[in-house]
């Protein structure tokens, strides 16, 4: 997309003659190659896009997706898609698509040493510049297509988070649960979980990257749940937390606070706003309350074409928030051995503040065991 | 593992003096981190394993994922496991527990080019050693222990494939198809797909590498459906193909023809054979059929932590089968514009032939609409 391409060159070098992004196999695959060619499905194993400075792009295809490749490249004026054999054929079309090339800039933090050194033999007298810093900035701002996407996503996880209650059920284990979010994700329409789901029953909810296991759902027990879909390549990612039977007043003072905090935190989000200080605002509340100590990660992250895409929120973050990104606001609290809450939502940052991506209720759920 | 980490010793140069294996950010991370490091769950991005010529591994972990790996360390008194706190941090334990290292080892196939540059900046005055041809060429055949995973991970795909014609109704699409049999093999215990399911209702069943989309189940239709679980980090694939109502008798043929094929190719496959004549054995049943042409793909893959691990088997792969090797054989044959068949299995070789490790019934199934 020539937007993209150009986006991405405001940020490289005036010497860079090209930027090349080439993919590995799977899951050595360079998301951004997917940010300039907007193709909405397919591997892509090995191929190739050269981005040029008047903001063309030249896609090289195995014969394999070639179809797909010419479909998404049938709408867009400023792409070329070429096939490519094999990986000599692909070496003899890149020298051609590049006779004088200079400068090229590669994105270093998706490409593998093994492609880079094929490239660099290929190209013996060329410079290297690392895109990684100017693809991220770029990417960190969505564009109107990518923020469809990624509240399409967001509205399928708010969907899935709406019908856990109805999943709820002694005797139901942590692998279970997950399965049943994760199929109710695919009836929604995603293609995909974005990431190994998260259900955490009683203490294993105190641990916020828990991965699911056998442990069975008791009457009593607090349940975090953090999971998120893939549509069209872009990511969401959720975390509600419920609990399960006779009610706990502890735990409901737990969500009370969280739920505080996510909000004084979204009261501050806004073009201009630094990424720490967010972070700040929900941690004060946290710290303001007998809690205190026990919110142990960063407020939240961006999302993207990946699940962290970008940068994160963390008393760290110098990142200036600004109108267009698309970030998480988890905050949560962890009482080892007991439990844990964590609220997690998608928005994207406005001139004004924040728009909510996800849409599901916040409320502490008490479900009936 | 002490033996793994002294099987890939054995591919290296006698010069090397460690292999340091280090991950990035999710997808990018090196599955041979988790060859050496038998962890069965977390994602340990940004660790770092450093193997020794005596067996010894150090792991690198960051303090969120420190207990997994404890706990993985445990039961192998070769490992030693060190947390980290930050990037600053892990470059001064790596510097510490490598002091005089002149040569070292490094998977270039999957180390990101990044990376690669922040290690070889810690050790200016290092050699480099490509290890990816030594770790691909240990991995490829499997242990004990492996073979257990890839196992339970074939049984998942194969229950699964047994309940698909329980599926199967008018109207339902391929989204939702696909979604049920991920949701199936989430409840038989998988840790998640080992990759994007396809399902192909009839013209789409023609495409071998088709993403599922809205197409819904007419009566008459053919069924292509190829997926996997992985169990532990370890990966199955399975492929088989349905005939939904009235009986097609071309499709019948087809199928009869597929079955044959893979029959032949197995029946060649043991200790010693050489991958492209397990191909050959195959591609010869059906180019003496009506289907002549129609097998357009190579006739399979080594499996293992990954789906796509080590070698393909097509008419060009001198690759010698070895006992201990775990395979796919998965010919098909592909009708444009009407349907498929694929019939895809995964087998171990051993000294004599070979061993299913999938175990669904393999005849062409007619379902009634």
Redesign the interface.
């Given at each position: 997309m020539k937007a993209r391409v150009l986006r991405v060159f405001e940020q490289l070098d005036a010497h860079t003659d090209a930027l090349v992004l080439q993919n590995?196999?799977?899951?050595?695959?360079d998301q951004s190659f997917f940010y300039l060619f907007d193709v909405p499905?397919?591997?892509f194993e090995g191929s190739v896009a050269i981005a040029h400075r008047d903001g063309r792009l030249d896609v090289l295809s195995s014969l394999?997706?070639e179809e797909s490749a010419r479909q998404a490249a049938k709408h867009d004026s400023s792409v070329t898609v070429h096939a490519m054999k094999d990986n000599a054929d692909r070496e003899k079309i890149v020298k051609k698509l590049l006779p004088n090339a200079g400068t090229i800039a590669?994105n270093?933090?998706?490409?593998?040493?093994?492609?880079?050194?094929q490239i660099e033999k290929a190209f013996p007298s060329a410079k290297w510049a690392?895109a990684?810093a100017a693809v991220r900035k770029a990417r960190m701002i969505k564009d109107t297509s990518e923020i469809a996407r990624l509240e399409k996503a967001a509205l399928i996880g708010s969907a899935v988070a709406k019908k856990i209650p109805s999943m709820l059920r002694t005797g139901i284990t942590e692998?279970?649960l997950?399965?049943?979010i994760?199929?109710a994700?695919?009836?929604e329409?995603a293609?995909?979980?974005s990431?190994?789901t998260i259900a955490g029953f009683g203490p294993d909810g105190a641990e916020?990257?828990f991965?699911p296991g056998g442990r069975k759902l008791e009457p009593g027990m607090s349940i975090v749940c953090d999971f998120g879909a893939f549509y069209e390549r872009y990511a969401s990612d959720i975390t509600r937390s419920f609990h399960f039977g006779p009610r706990d007043a502890e735990m409901k003072h737990v969500h009370d606070t969280v739920f505080a905090a996510q909000e004084a935190a979204l009261a501050v989000v806004r073009d201009g706003a630094i990424a720490k200080d967010v972070h700040g605002a929900a941690a004060k509340v946290i710290d303001a309350s007998p809690f205190r100590g026990r919110f142990t990660h960063g407020l939240g992250h961006s999302i993207g074409l990946?699940v962290?895409d970008g940068f994160g929120m963390n008393p760290l973050s110098e990142e200036p928030l600004q109108t267009g990104m698309t970030i998480t606001i988890e905050p949560g609290i962890y009482l080892p051995g007991k439990g844990g809450v964590r609220i997690e939502d998608d928005i994207v940052v406005t001139d004004e503040g924040y728009r909510f991506l996800t849409k599901a209720p916040r409320e502490y759920l008490e479900v009936a065991a």
């Open positions: 590995s196999i799977d899951p050595h695959l499905s397919g591997l394999l997706e590669l270093f933090r998706e490409l593998t040493h093994e492609t880079f050194l690392d990684s692998l279970e997950a399965a049943e994760e199929y994700m695919g009836r329409g293609a995909g979980r990431f190994a916020p990257h991965a990946a962290h």
